[in-house]
């Protein structure tokens, strides 16, 4: 199960950080990432971290201004958003995967979402 926090408004070039905490399944065995969907359109990569860390990988978009990271000892994967713009505007999924991937069909569970909006 992910239980994912963090999202909620704020002004174009703030920062938000959003969690992602992990339950029932071996954290560390698992590669993470974060997914988006906004409205209208269809849900896209964000990022995605493998599961000691060494490896991450981000969508062009937001390449530069987001940062995923994880504490395998708090089952939780995160997500520094920094500089937002209103194109970030979206509900935001975090889910795991058995291997490192940036597509969505491999990853085979997923949290709530989170609801991040960046006002203009």
């Known amino acids: 199960q992910l239980q994912a926090s963090g999202g909620g408004l704020v002004q174009a070039g703030g920062s938000l950080r959003l969690s992602c905490l992990a339950s029932?399944?071996?954290?560390?065995?698992?590669?993470m990432g974060w997914f988006r969907q906004a409205p209208g359109k269809e849900r896209e990569f964000v990022a995605a971290?493998?599961?000691?860390?060494?490896?991450?990988s981000y969508a062009d978009s937001v390449k530069g201004r987001f940062t995923i990271s994880r504490d395998n000892a708090k089952n939780t994967v995160y997500v520094q958003m920094n500089s937002l713009k209103p194109e970030d505007t979206a509900v935001y999924y975090c889910?795991?995967?058995?291997?490192?991937?940036?597509?969505?069909?491999?990853?085979?569970?997923w949290g709530q979402g989170t609801l991040v909006t960046v006002s203009s």
């Open positions: 971290i493998s599961w000691n860390g060494g490896i991450t």
């Open positions: 029932g399944r071996t954290f560390s065995n698992y590669g």
């Open positions: 889910a795991a995967t058995w291997a490192y991937s940036r597509s969505a069909a491999d990853f085979d569970s």
